[in-house]
């Protein structure tokens, strides 16, 4: 793909390119980490180190991308390929609308690679956008006239970005009348009709027969075997590909042999579960399994392991697979894959895999007996990887970023072929019913707990990093149902599984639910550790959360000074268990305006949270907002705001700027300014608060209202001071 965007670069104005990269849809993260540290690296001075120093949250380091080729020094000079997009209709289910929204398509060339044939309808191509920013005025349907309410998300002409539509079929029934308008605009400017998009389906037979002669030799004299072979191919580009270097590596005479060996392996094949025309031809399994066929034959050391290696890395995301989760033999395994085009590396050493191939990898040559095993192993490797991780240490972000997506898919792949068991449904509670050394469906006890490790800490990651709560939800449920299969329903693990689902349903703000998981927790713990453990206060102080959540203050207030009394007596009082329990207290006294205690307790925890963390920490950002809570209840409005944007800093340095955890800061800020009476300020930050609360949580969360809300009040108070 690099090299392809090169040949693209090459064919236009390459003297004025400066910076060419490909983002992979399916390794969007990972990419743009790489592109970063390319940008970074080429500022001559300024604040780049330090910046570096500091782990970035994902939105964070996207958006410092985005400025950087906005910026003059790269404006107009990079030219970026888009690899594999979705439709666009598609890409908000699967968390990735803010490409649309914030990518600088403005700001240079950009190709898009898809399957999907919406990205190559000019007529129907379009960025959403958000009716509450900006003016008012500009945001009308350029169509109907209708205003936007504020949250609405529209769409603007993603080829002038100058108007606007409430709807698709609005943008559809304006586009004759706007078209030469549309023409003219992005005449005068660079903008996102630059975009070229490649719709990737199959060859035309033509283009095929001359890509095959082309690439093996030996073919170019017998074009009417070529074109038999590529219609049997279905002119499939990945086939034509595989087939074209199973005949160089092999030296395959003709094409009819080529074909009739072709033929044999599929009469060979075992029956797998069939397929559709979307996903790939019914050839395709056989080319796959006659070039790993050619390459289990070769004398080649490591042949042996190839087939081992191309089923693991079938049960992981397609790009950016760390070689680290392979054994020594099995890495060298992986560059005579890469020499036969079934896998392919990068150089930061990452593998990667198409999609389609793993697919007919897991389909057709992958067996029962087989998928326990590889599921094991790579259980085994991924849960000593995410061990590292601690989702209150940014320094660790990264192993969660480099390992969590890859756990998310072998989780899945594991559920599905039942691997990984289903435990919860039917249970009676207590019995547990495991064997010596033996899990729920006959799964070692001792893949089980590799399982649950490597679930709870990518759901951690989901959860708390990356502001993903349905992957999180199905991480932790995955490493649930792996803990009362290995342990039984008694245990700690699976009672620390509960704990963790329920903190899940909490961000999500279904508190009943939190509260069931919470007190399933509570009351397993009870049974098997007694009342004076720490991990029993842990439980007690989850359900205070949620109770306060809900504004059940009494209620909260009882199980904080629970947990806080067993935490002393077991852990000491300079311990930041303690330190926790001090600013839960201190949040329900501001609650209930016992203001005096609550600034008490709450500068306990600070100064605890200091001495062992420093003044950097994320959990000191939120002793700093809980504090600047407090001062703004007793109208101390200076201290409040320093509090406030003490807190900011913190959180912006260790998550980015769109975090929840962000938002809340800012809504901290506005309302100060609200006490101020300088509306215009606060319905800024207010602003930020909504946006930031609508992406994450969507439109019809508590907090996203409430944000809201926020908005049209100072928007209303700022109209009539004027």
Not at 578 to 585: H, M, P
């Amino acid at each position: 793909m690099r090299n392809f965007a090169a040949e693209c670069a090459a064919g236009g104005a390459a003297d004025t390119l400066i910076l060419i990269f490909v983002l992979s849809a399916s390794n969007l993260e990972h990419d743009y980490l790489g592109l970063h540290a390319v940008l970074e690296a080429s500022e001559d001075s300024g604040p780049g180190a330090d910046r570096l120093a500091q782990p970035l949250a994902q939105s964070a380091m996207r958006q410092r991308v985005h400025a950087f080729l906005s910026s003059s020094t790269w404006r107009g000079r990079w030219l970026g390929v888009l690899d594999d997009l979705p439709a666009p209709d598609a890409m908000q289910a699967m968390n990735m609308d803010w490409l649309l929204n914030d990518f600088p398509w403005a700001d240079g060339r950009t190709i898009i690679t898809t399957r999907a044939a919406a990205w190559t309808d000019t007529e129907a191509m379009s960025v959403a956008f958000d009716a509450v920013a900006g003016d008012d005025k500009q945001r009308q349907c350029a169509e109907c006239g209708q205003i936007p309410p504020a949250l609405f998300k529209g769409t603007k002409c993603g080829k002038c970005t100058q108007v606007y539509y409430c709807c698709r079929l609005c943008q559809q029934k304006a586009w004759k009348a706007h078209k030469p308008i549309c023409r003219q605009i992005v005449a005068d400017r660079r903008s996102v009709a630059e975009i070229v998009g490649l719709y990737v389906g199959s060859f035309a037979e033509e283009e095929a027969c001359s890509w095959m002669k082309g690439k093996v030799v030996q073919w170019q004299g017998d074009a009417e075997g070529v074109l038999e072979l590529v219609r049997h191919l279905e002119c499939f580009p990945l086939a034509v590909a595989l087939a074209a270097e199973r005949a160089c590596c092999d030296k395959t005479a003709t094409p009819a042999m080529y074909l009739d060996a072709l033929r044999r392996a599929g009469s060979k094949r075992a029956k797998g579960r069939g397929t559709t025309e979307e996903e790939y031809p019914k050839c395709f399994p056989d080319v796959v399994k006659l070039l790993l066929d050619t390459l289990l034959q070769s004398d080649h050391a490591h042949a042996e392991d190839a087939g081992q290696v191309l089923r693991k890395l079938a049960l992981l995301d397609t790009e950016a697979i760390p070689l680290d989760l392979l054994g020594a033999d099995e890495k060298k395994a992986v560059i005579l894959l890469q020499e036969h085009s079934l896998v392919t590396v990068d150089d930061t050493g990452c593998a990667a895999m198409h999609a389609v191939t793993q697919l007919v990898v897991r389909d057709w040559m992958t067996s029962k007996a087989q998928r326990p095993v590889l599921v094991a192993a790579l259980a085994a490797v991924l849960a000593s990887k995410l061990d590292k991780f601690n989702n209150e240490k940014p320094t660790t972000f990264f192993i969660g970023r480099r390992y969590s997506r890859h756990a998310a898919v072998l989780a899945a792949w594991a559920r599905k072929w039942g691997v990984l068991p289903v435990a919860r449904p039917g249970l009676a509670g207590g019995s547990g019913g495991v064997d010596a050394g033996r899990g729920g469906g006959g799964v070692n006890v001792g893949v089980l707990h590799n399982i649950v490790v490597m679930c709870q800490r990518a759901g951690f990651f989901f959860n708390d990093v990356s502001v993903q709560p349905r992957e999180a939800l199905r991480m932790h449920e995955a490493a649930l149902d792996s803990a009362i299969a290995g342990h039984g329903d008694n245990h700690t693990s699976v009672a620390e599984c509960y704990g963790n689902i329920g903190n899940v349903y909490r961000a999500q703000g279904n508190y009943d639910e939190a509260l069931v998981q919470h007190q399933t927790d509570l009351e397993i713990k009870i049974r098997v550790l007694g009342c004076e453990d720490g991990n029993v206060a842990t439980s007690y102080n989850n359900i205070g959360n949620v109770y306060f959540a809900q504004g059940d203050y009494e209620s909260a207030l009882l199980q904080f000074h629970k947990s806080l009394e067993i935490r002393i007596r077991v852990l000491g009082c300079d311990s930041l268990e303690v330190a926790t329990s001090y600013n839960n207290i201190g949040l329900v006294y501001e609650k209930q305006n016992d203001h005096e205690n609550a600034l008490l307790q709450l500068q306990k925890s600070l100064a605890i949270e200091l001495r062992i963390h420093g003044h950097k920490h994320p959990i000191v950002a939120d002793s700093h907002h809980n504090i600047g809570v407090v001062y703004e209840a007793q109208g101390k409005d200076e201290e409040a705001l320093d509090q406030y944007k003490k807190s900011l800093e913190i959180k912006i340095r260790v998550y980015g700027q769109d975090h929840p955890l962000v938002a809340n800061s800012k809504y901290g800020m506005g309302r100060v300014f609200e006490m101020r009476n300088e509306m215009h300020m606060a319905r800024e930050l207010f602003l930020e608060c909504q946006r930031i609360r609508f992406k994450v949580y969507g439109a019809d969360h508590g907090m996203t209202v409430k944000a809201a809300t926020a908005v049209q009040r100072a928007s209303r108070c700022a109209e009539e001071s004027v």
